[in-house]
Nanobody
Framework: QVQLVESGGGLVQPGGSLRLSCAAS????????TGWYRQASGKQRELVAN????????YYADSVKGRFTISRDNAKNTVYLQMNSLEPEDTAVYYC???????????????WGQGTQVTVSS
């Protein structure tokens, strides 16, 4: 099993910054891709950013390009989302996602964190 534990959410004023962290633990053999999704109240969950392992292609949703940065510390199995110039429209529950191969398995499976609330308001 794999556990993803998120932290770093909270209340911030418009124009402010937050950094989300997501630590993965468990019987992890390999991580294919890590990413962040968000779900605002009454809306569908959407992909914010993701980063394949060892790859140079990082995806950002158009709405966060130039403001958010995804990064990863492979030694710690931790992925980060640095969010700058936050806007009220960024208010949502943010979920960490990782596609992981675990010990004893030949397949990759997606795993999700529990979510962390980000509220942007004055």
């Amino acid at each position: 099993q794999v556990q993803l534990v998120e932290s770093g959410g909270g209340l911030v004023q418009p124009g402010g910054s937050l950094r989300l962290s997501c630590a993965a633990s468990g019987s992890i053999i390999s991580i294919l891709v890590t990413g962040w999704y968000r779900q605002a109240s009454g809306k569908q969950r959407e992909l914010v950013a993701n980063q394949p392992t060892g790859g140079s292609t990082i995806y950002y949703a158009d709405s966060v390009k130039g403001r958010f940065t995804i990064s990863r510390d492979n030694a710690k199995n931790t992925v980060y989302l640095q969010m700058n110039s936050l806007e009220p429209e960024d208010t949502a529950v943010y979920y960490c996602n990782a596609v992981v191969q675990t010990s004893g398995s030949t397949f990759y499976k997606p795993y999700w964190g529990q979510g962390t609330q980000v509220t942007v308001s004055s």
